[in-house]
């Protein structure tokens, strides 16, 4: 068979990189009979990739400065293009996400999939629970709108009530005793760079150990 | 499947695939693209007239500089820009007058009038300018561009402030 131009690129590829054992590693995995739940942790990074691609968008016009976070965010609405969707999508897939992430975690426990060998894999899902929730935190305030405003002064007067570091705390998540300029900027880094990052690296090995173990059986009446 | 008007199974999946993917490239593409050069899709608004300088205070014969702000709405901030020119009055005739703009042809610098050269110099690339505009020397393509400019009765210049290409 004369083979087409299309075929010799991807064979060309295929040698170096290894494609189609990637494929088959990654993609080509045995899996337990479909279970619905068991889709969820792929909503999850579905959702993960969503928020970073419209989270990306945003930042082409958000602006974290006192003067102008708001104004910034009312030019998306009302003068950008197709920006009150992308803002949409962005905020409504945020607390879907924690949601979302939330119920997986719940589908592992209900199916008791933490269990050997998969101890490591339940903790880096904590780590995502947390920083899920921390994504949450650090991009309400991103509006800074009466609303972003006292949630985060409340959220950040609770982390002070830990004894003894509290103080130390409040002053770190706000950078000063007070709300301000220097406690958007330090969120918006949070929310852009530092938690994303992590995110990124946790995602990974989460994944490499589920490919790694395989996904666990559905319990039946035997278990 | 040759003879046969039926299209095989494999190429109507083909089809579709090609024509749901595009579709679906459709939605995603077309807002992601309008939503990154929507600022670049909106209209500048021309200027209103700006006073530039009273006749009777311009000496004939060399260039005068001029300078004016305009403020416009970006986004969500207004900036401030200063533009400016150079004032020529040819005769005494208070219409023989032309207003030129400072900003060089070739990458936009802004030249100065230079007395000893009796010329308009660019400091970027070494551009040369005669008081009326025309290049002498350098890489400008063309001649400094001008504003369409009037004087009213008290001798009052004002300019719409857009340039206009010489000629
Ligand atoms: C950003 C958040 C998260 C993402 C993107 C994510 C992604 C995934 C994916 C794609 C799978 C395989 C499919 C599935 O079983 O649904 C999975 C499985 C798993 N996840 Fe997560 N996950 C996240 C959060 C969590 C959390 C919060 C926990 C628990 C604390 C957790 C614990 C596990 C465990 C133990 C498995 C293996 C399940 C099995 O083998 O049956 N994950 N995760
Ligand atoms: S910009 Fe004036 S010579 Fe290049």
């Known amino acids: 068979m004369r083979s087409t131009l299309w075929q010799k690129l991807f064979s060309w590829l295929d040698e170096r990189l290894g494609l189609n054992d990637a494929y088959k590693n990654l993609l080509d995995r045995p899996e337990p009979k479909g279970n619905w739940w068991n889709t969820l942790g792929s909503a999850s990074l579905f959702l993960f990739i969503l928020q970073a691609v419209t989270g990306i968008f945003l930042t082409v016009y958000y602006t974290p400065s006192p003067d102008h976070a708001y104004d910034s965010i009312q030019y ?84 002070g009530s830990v004894p003894f570091a509290g103080e130390f705390i409040l002053k770190s998540l706000r950078g000063g005793p007070d709300l301000s300029a220097l406690t958007l900027q330090r969120f918006f880094a949070a929310h852009i760079w530092i938690l994303p990052a992590l995110l990124v690296a946790l995602i990974g090995v989460h994944l490499y150990l589920i490919i790694r173990h395989g996904e666990s059986h559905f319990p039946d009446k035997e278990d | 499947m040759s003879g046969s008007n039926h299209i095989s199974r494999r190429d109507f999946i083909k089809v579709t695939t090609g024509a749901i993917g595009g579709f679906i490239a459709g939605v995603l593409g077309i807002p992601s693209i309008a939503y990154m050069i929507s600022p670049a899709l909106r209209e500048d608004k021309a200027g209103k007239p700006m006073p530039i300088g009273k006749l009777e205070d311009i000496p004939i014969g060399t260039p005068h500089p001029f300078s004016f702000t305009i403020t416009k709405v970006n986004g969500w901030e207004r900036t401030a820009a200063s533009y400016g020119g150079f004032i020529l009055r040819k005769s005494e005739d208070p219409n023989d007058i032309l207003v030129l703009s400072s900003r060089c042809t070739h990458l936009s610098c802004r030249v100065n009038w230079n007395e000893t050269a009796g010329a308009f110099l660019c400091p970027c690339h070494d551009a040369k300018f005669s008081k009326e505009g025309e290049v002498l020397d350098g890489p400008p393509p063309e001649p400094l561009g001008h504003f369409t400019h009037e004087v009213d009765a008290e001798g009052y210049i004002t300019i719409i402030p857009v340039e206009q290409k010489a000629g």
């Open chain 1, 76 to 159: 998306i609405m009302t003068e950008v293009q197709f920006g009150w969707l992308v803002r949409g999508i962005h905020h409504w897939s945020a607390s879907l996400m924690v949601i979302v992430v939330f119920i997986h975690m719940l589908r592992v426990f209900f199916t008791a999939s933490y269990k050997y060998p998969r101890e490591l894999t339940w903790l880096i899902g904590i780590g995502l629970l947390l920083l899920t929730v921390g994504m949450g935190f650090t991009g309400y305030l991103l509006p800074w709108h009466q609303m972003a405003y006292w949630a985060t002064t409340v959220g950040t007067q609770i982390a």
